[in-house]
């Protein structure tokens, strides 16, 4: 059992970064590939970035490709994601999540066994 609690959430005015974290609980989370998701109100949850178990991999949806970098310390239980160039429609709740599963770099939620309960990043025009 994997218990995943997010951080680092705000408002930014666009054009400026933040840094998420989440921290995992439980011995075994280098077995766990982790990936950032978000979700606005009234759509579906979507993918942003995805990293391996081993640091090796990692994916992003083309909305963030270039301005957001994904990055785990397995010492320290914790998966970052750093967000540059902020945009309005990167408002979101974020979420992180862990699988074991391999095909985790689909970006596909339903590969996801554990999530945290969300952190609000708003970003101002």
Do not use: H
């Amino acid at each position: 059992q994997v218990q995943l609690v997010e951080s680092g959430g705000g408002s930014v005015q666009a054009g400026g970064s933040l840094r998420l974290s989440c921290a995992a609980s439980g011995r075994t989370f280098s077995s766990y590939a982790m990936g950032w998701f978000r979700q606005v109100p009234g759509k579906e949850r979507e993918f942003v970035a995805a990293i391996s178990w081993t640091v090796i991999g990692t994916f992003y949806a083309e909305l963030v490709k270039g301005r957001f970098a994904i990055s785990r310390d397995n010492a320290k239980k914790t998966v970052y994601l750093q967000m540059n160039s902020l945009e309005a429609e990167d408002t979101a709740v974020y979420y992180c999540a862990a699988t074991q599963k391999p095909t985790y770099w689909r970006g596909n939620r339903n590969d996801y066994t554990y999530w945290g309960q969300g952190t609000q990043v708003t970003v101002s025009s």
